[in-house]
């Protein structure tokens, strides 16, 4: 009978929305309800789904560092509070800090699971001391990097104690070339994030990679979630390309992906391991986990950047806005300063990303170098000189900053 028919998932998602829970995640729940034989149900999920994300508590134990609240209490931009940080509020026992963030991260690049530990590099080392101890672990010679700060590819991998076979040459590798190296038990794939090699190379891609039968690990570093950024509305913006970006990765076969929290990402520094669960429970299982695992501040501020992207809410990623803010919005702001030469230029997204990489700009520039005098600003402002003029580049300047801006370039 017509009547009898549950609500479509859709349907039983979009009614659930005044819980101010991302439609995926609705959509998630609304489908679990339906799987159970029980729609009516899923209000009630939903709630709970809510209930669970990181938030402020009150601590009646009178344990005024107690671990599962988040030891002391955190203030950052809020009231001094205590989280139910490892605290499981449907049993009041213990619970685990990974269980909010790293499912909703999951969810917004297509992955089974993922872990969060403190960085990028502590990501790479967990995964491979976890899945490759003593173990041969192959890498394209192309891809034996250093990223900056001391973190280089063999080291990270000696320090794992996993055993790095070198494969190919550095320009080119081939799939022959992974094949001559035998067995391993991982095949790890590095994206040379801060430098690009050009003319006579060649390199394998993951596709054909996953063809060798060890599962593969590939450190993508600078954390797109997806290539089809479904959280602007615009779609993907031309100077991504070519970017590696988790989903698009792993759809490819890879078995885990690694990433930054603080690159393009555009949330606190953190590392990420994404992929398959069986995998990453290997992961977070392993005793270096606990070492590298992040506070309840990081994981706070990636549950919030993690629901802003399964909201499509890139104005709340900062990075976002201000990387897709157009170059006429710029150019205005820039005219309105009512200072300087108002001038086209060139951001770049920095942190060791998208080398070469330009993004059309405007902003201002003055005569000399007044770079010292703007450090000296309260707040101190930080531009650049060309040319012996000194730029203010609009795009990374948060609007409510242009009146700080201006006054202080007004200064003799
Ligand atoms: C940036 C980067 C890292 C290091 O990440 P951190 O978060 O800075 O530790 C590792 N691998 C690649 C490919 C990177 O781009």
């Given at each position: 009978m017509a009547a009898d028919r549950p609500p479509s998932v859709d349907t039983l998602a979009r009614s659930l929305a005044p819980t101010g829970l991302p439609h995926p995640v609705l959509v998630d729940v609304a489908r679990e309800a339906i799987a159970a034989g029980d729609a009516a149900s899923a209000p009630a999920r939903a709630a709970e789904a809510a209930r669970r994300l990181l938030g402020p508590v009150v601590n009646a134990t009178g344990v005024l560092l107690h671990t599962n609240l988040g030891r002391a209490p955190l203030a950052v931009h809020a009231e001094a509070a205590y989280s139910n940080l490892e605290l499981d509020l449907d049993t009041g026992q213990r619970g685990s800090r990974q269980?909010?963030?790293?499912?909703?991260?999951?969810?917004?690049?297509?992955?089974?699971?993922?872990?969060?530990v403190n960085n990028g590099a502590a990501a790479l080392l967990l995964a491979l001391a976890a899945l490759a101890p003593g173990q041969r672990v192959s890498v394209s010679r192309g891809e034996l990097i250093e990223i900056g700060g001391g973190f280089r590819i063999p080291d990270v991998l000696a320090s794992s104690g996993a055993e790095l076979v070198e494969v190919g040459t550095t320009n080119r590798t081939r799939l022959?070339?992974?094949?001559?190296?035998?067995?391993?038990?991982?095949?790890?794939?590095?994206?040379?994030?801060?430098?690009r090699l050009t003319g006579f190379t060649e390199s394998v891609s993951v596709r054909d990679l996953v063809t060798l039968g060890a599962p593969v690990l590939v450190d993508i570093g600078s954390g797109l979630l997806d290539a089809a950024t479904p959280w602007l509305p615009a779609g993907p913006p031309p100077w991504l390309h070519g970017e590696p970006a988790a989903r698009q990765t792993l759809d490819d076969g890879a078995s885990l992906v690694?990433?930054?929290?603080?690159?393009?990402?555009?949330?606190?520094?953190?590392?990420?391991?994404?992929?398959?669960?069986?995998?990453?429970?290997?992961?977070?299982?392993?005793?270096?986990?606990?070492?590298?695992?992040?506070?309840?501040?990081?994981?706070?501020?990636?549950?919030?950047?993690?629901?802003?992207?399964?909201?499509?809410?890139?104005?709340?990623?900062?990075?976002?806005?201000?990387?897709?803010?157009?170059?006429?919005?710029?150019?205005?702001?820039?005219?309105?300063?009512?200072?300087?030469?108002?001038?086209?230029?060139?951001?770049?997204?920095?942190?060791?990303?998208?080398?070469?990489?330009?993004?059309?700009?405007?902003?201002?520039?003055?005569?000399?170098?007044?770079?010292?005098?703007?450090?000296a600003c309260d707040p101190p402002i930080i531009a650049r000189v060309e040319d012996g003029r000194t730029i203010c580049d609009l795009r990374t300047v948060d609007p409510a900053d242009d009146a700080h801006l201006a006054a202080a370039l007004k200064e003799p």
């Amino acid at each position: 009978m017509a009547a009898d028919r549950p609500p479509s998932v859709d349907t039983l998602a979009r009614s659930l929305a005044p819980t101010g829970l991302p439609h995926p995640v609705l959509v998630d729940v609304a489908r679990e309800a339906i799987a159970a034989g029980d729609a009516a149900s899923a209000p009630a999920r939903a709630a709970e789904a809510a209930r669970r994300l990181l938030g402020p508590v009150v601590n009646a134990t009178g344990v005024l560092l107690h671990t599962n609240l988040g030891r002391a209490p955190l203030a950052v931009h809020a009231e001094a509070a205590y989280s139910n940080l490892e605290l499981d509020l449907d049993t009041g026992q213990r619970g685990s800090r990974q269980d909010r963030v790293g499912p909703l991260l999951a969810r917004a690049c297509g992955a089974e699971a993922a872990v969060v530990v403190n960085n990028g590099a502590a990501a790479l080392l967990l995964a491979l001391a976890a899945l490759a101890p003593g173990q041969r672990v192959s890498v394209s010679r192309g891809e034996l990097i250093e990223i900056g700060g001391g973190f280089r590819i063999p080291d990270v991998l000696a320090s794992s104690g996993a055993e790095l076979v070198e494969v190919g040459t550095t320009n080119r590798t081939r799939l022959a070339d992974y094949r001559t190296a035998g067995e391993v038990a991982l095949a790890l794939k590095v994206h040379p994030s801060n430098y690009r090699l050009t003319g006579f190379t060649e390199s394998v891609s993951v596709r054909d990679l996953v063809t060798l039968g060890a599962p593969v690990l590939v450190d993508i570093g600078s954390g797109l979630l997806d290539a089809a950024t479904p959280w602007l509305p615009a779609g993907p913006p031309p100077w991504l390309h070519g970017e590696p970006a988790a989903r698009q990765t792993l759809d490819d076969g890879a078995s885990l992906v690694t990433f930054s929290g603080d690159k393009l990402l555009g949330g606190p520094q953190a590392g990420v391991i994404a992929g398959r669960a069986d995998l990453v429970a290997t992961c977070a299982a392993h005793p270096l986990a606990r070492a590298l695992r992040p506070g309840s501040l990081v994981l706070g501020a990636l549950q919030d950047v993690a629901l802003a992207y399964l909201r499509r809410e890139p104005d709340a990623i900062p990075f976002w806005r201000m990387a897709t803010a157009p170059v006429e919005l710029l150019r205005s702001r820039a005219i309105a300063l009512g200072v300087g030469a108002v001038v086209d230029c060139a951001s770049v997204t920095g942190g060791g990303t998208l080398p070469g990489v330009e993004l059309a700009s405007a902003g201002v520039a003055l005569d000399g170098d007044r770079l010292a005098t703007l450090r000296a600003c309260d707040p101190p402002i930080i531009a650049r000189v060309e040319d012996g003029r000194t730029i203010c580049d609009l795009r990374t300047v948060d609007p409510a900053d242009d009146a700080h801006l201006a006054a202080a370039l007004k200064e003799p």
